[in-house]
């Protein structure tokens, strides 16, 4: 069993839409919570990090993070074809060592 | 933020040869990472590069393969040595700007014939 589970999509939405990203995992030593972006052909980029339980609004964007249930959300409000992307979760415990997600593809349709 | 270049972008090598991949960053940090990113599947961290010390290196992974060199506070450059149709992947150069940033280059591309 992986880590980090991240259902890998495609998660097809229509524009104006709310996309709804979930991961899960089982080490319950992960304290930090971190959402990236990767474009086709690109570097992940970083889009919000946490390490609370509770919610976390940037923008568009909110982060979910519930350590009881190790399951953590991405919700991206009024969707934009800009979005689509892939979007991978990532998580460590104390230390630098990142663990991600395999990615959740999203398509965003005008 | 932090702006980090690699180099190459991309490269189409032969089995058996070496390719060396050099990551630059704008600003001085003190950590440094090199991450894989195999085809379809997520990132798996490769090694800690250490300003004047010897790579720290993840489980699976070993110097001999992967030599790892870190001469200042901006730069570093991962080898893919004796490669093979296996070593086909993305890899990308990682700093942390903070406890709880990491930022990410471009990535290389590289394919092993």
């Known amino acids: 069993q992986k880590e980090v589970e991240q259902d890998p999509g495609p998660l097809s939405v229509p524009e104006g839409a709310i996309v709804s990203l979930n991961c899960t995992y089982s080490?319950?030593?992960?304290?930090?919570f971190m959402w990236y972006r990767q474009y086709s052909r690109k570097g992940p980029e970083l889009l919000m990090y946490?390490?609370?339980?509770g919610n976390k609004e940037d923008g568009r964007f909110t982060a979910q993070v519930d350590k009881s249930s190790k399951y953590i959300s991405l919700f991206i409000r009024d969707s934009q074809p800009s979005d689509s992307a892939t979007y991978l979760c990532?998580?460590?415990?104390?230390?630098?060592?990142?663990?991600f997600g395999g990615g959740t593809r999203v398509l965003v349709k005008p | 933020s932090a702006v980090i270049s690699q180099k190459p972008s991309r490269d189409i090598c032969q089995r058996g040869t070496s390719l060396t991949i050099q990551c630059q960053v704008d600003?001085?940090?003190?950590?440094m990472f090199w991450y894989r990113q195999q085809p379809g599947q997520s990132l798996t961290l490769i090694a800690t590069?250490?300003?004047?010390?010897?790579?720290?290196?993840e489980s699976g992974f070993v110097i001999d393969k992967f030599p790892i060199s870190r001469p200042n506070l901006t730069f570093s450059t991962l080898t893919v040595s004796n490669m093979s149709p296996e070593d086909s992947s993305i890899y990308l150069c990682?700093?942390?700007?903070?406890?709880?940033?990491?930022?990410f280059g471009p990535g290389t591309r590289l394919t092993v014939l």
């Open positions: 080490n319950s030593a992960f304290q930090y």
């Open positions: 600003s001085q940090v003190t950590m």
């Open positions: 590069a250490n300003q004047g010390s010897e790579a720290t290196y």
């Open positions: 990532a998580m460590k415990a104390a230390g630098n060592k990142l663990t």
């Open positions: 946490t390490y609370s339980s």
């Open positions: 990682s700093v942390a700007k903070s406890y709880n940033e990491q930022f």
